[in-house]
């Protein structure tokens, strides 16, 4: 154990001491609670302050706030390899000392939620060192269901399991596993329910964030697409049903991305249901400059200005099916008439330009010069190419190892086959 290991342990111990210590009458003289305590005074930190970086403030404005004279505060500072200009305000700072001194003894900033800057002091002088905290990983299996949408599914379903930001995380990365299957933003309905199978890491500090989401499942209807993660020999990820089949299809089944609609837009229980026949259009709202994709594979048949649609993009893709997208800021790169785009492909973005009053997307599917509502347009009865031969082995071995696991009851799953 290192040094400073020991030392930690021992003060864990002692402070473990020092908690039962209240609870239990008065030690007694040879007690090994009193021996401890005396050799560990020395090493306790009785003081601690907690402060934040204000905005616009510096390190050495916050630590003379604190206390430090302007040298000294300095001298903290020129300890640390840190560049003051790229310190965001709001960073979490310590300061930590023991009853001999007023002045700190350790000054602790805490630059991520696994990164900490300890500058420590010895005499007049000041030294750092930079400590990287781990992450614990664990996996987990979450349920929930749709009574609105998905982030109200995905955050009662949460319940201990996830917190904060992880929630929308999660709800990010499903609607990422079946954007060729439905448009999670308006199409899952009341009683829809939804699993996954996921990693969850968790920072020393309680902050968690998702990993692989391992396997997923989407009843609709009383019908369930199950999805299963598999690395395809290029490297890529690939999400297959129960069957070995690709998720992948012709199109995807919106034109941004599930985690670029504005989420309370996203939380809407009936978005813009009323407009659709008034413009032959979907509306998603999203922040101006949000980048729009490629609804499949297509050539640009139309690239520029008119009218009320402002800037706006016309794909023609198989079928004869035309795809549009208006109200555009602008145009990606290489975005012109007879340009050929893949599926998926960043072609524009968001903006509010021709007849629009605030930022959002314009969304059309025309077929044969007939406007079709896109919900239907888009939808792939056709199930994407089925694994085969060793491929299909592999991924059977992977859905055979975790179909259990998503079997369970919603929590901490302890054991996986893989
Ligand atoms: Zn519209």
């Known amino acids: 154990m290192s040094p400073r290991a020991t030392r930690l342990l021992f003060g864990a111990v002692v402070a473990g001491l020092a908690i039962a210590a209240l609870r239990l009458p008065t030690p007694k003289f040879g007690d090994p609670r009193v021996l401890f305590g005396d050799m560990a005074a020395p090493d306790l930190q009785p003081w601690t302050q907690h402060d934040t970086l204000g905005r616009g403030e510096t390190l050495t404005g916050l630590l003379a706030r604190r206390g430090l004279s302007n040298t000294e505060a300095s001298n903290v500072v020129r300890a640390t390899p840190l560049n003051p200009r ?37 005499g007049d002088s000041w030294a750092a060192t930079e400590e990287v905290l781990p992450w614990t990983v664990d996996t987990v299996l979450l349920r929930g269901t749709v009574r609105e949408h998905l982030y109200q599914a995905i955050g009662e379903g949460s319940d201990s399991l996830l917190a904060g930001r992880a929630r929308d995380e999660l709800a990010w990365a499903i609607a990422d596993i079946y954007e060729y299957k439905i448009d999670m933003s308006r199409e899952l309905q009341q009683g829809d329910q939804v699993r996954a199978l996921f990693e969850r890491h968790i920072a020393p500090d309680g902050t968690m964030k998702i990993g692989t989401v391992i396997a997923a499942g989407l009843q609709r209807a009383g019908t369930e697409i199950q999805a299963y993660r598999m690395v ?36 809407r229980r009936h978005p813009i249901l009323g407009t659709m026949r008034a413009h032959q259009g979907m509306d998603y709202a999203a922040n101006a400059g949000t980048p729009v994709r490629a609804i ?4 640009v048949i139309f690239a520029g200005t008119r009218g009320g649609y402002g800037n706006v993009v016309e794909l023609r893709h198989i079928n004869g099916m035309v795809t549009r997208y208006a109200h555009l800021r602008g145009f990606a790169k290489g975005i012109r008439r007879g340009a050929r785009v893949s599926i998926g492909e960043e072609i524009a973005y968001v903006g509010s ?43 059977e071995a992977v859905r055979d190892g975790v179909s259990f696991a998503l079997e369970q009851p919603a929590g901490i799953v302890r054991a996986l086959g893989n």
């Not at 290029?234 to 089944?253: C, I, M, N, P, Q």
């Not at 605030?358 to 044969?368: C, K, N, Q, R, S």
């Not at 509502?373 to 060793?390: K, N």
Request: cysteine-free.
């Open 86 to 122: 790229r310190i965001p305000a709001g960073m979490p700072v310590e300061l930590r000392g023991d009853t001999t001194d007023s002045r700190p003894q350790e000054i602790r900033f805490r630059l991520a939620v696994d990164r900490i800057m300890r500058v420590a002091r010895s």
């Open 353 to 395: 330009t021709g007849l629009s009053t605030a930022p959002h997307l314009h969304f059309e599917v025309l077929i044969g010069g007939v406007h079709r509502d896109p919900r239907r347009a888009l939808a792939t009865a056709e199930a994407g190419p089925a694994l085969t031969g060793s491929a299909f082995a592999q991924f």
């Open 296 to 299: 499949g594979d297509g050539t």
């Open 232 to 267: 395809q020999p290029d490297g890529r990820v690939r999400y297959y049903d129960e069957r070995g089949r690709s998720l992948a299809a012709t199109f995807l089944r919106a034109p941004l991305q599930f985690r670029r609609i504005s989420s309370n837009f996203g939380r």
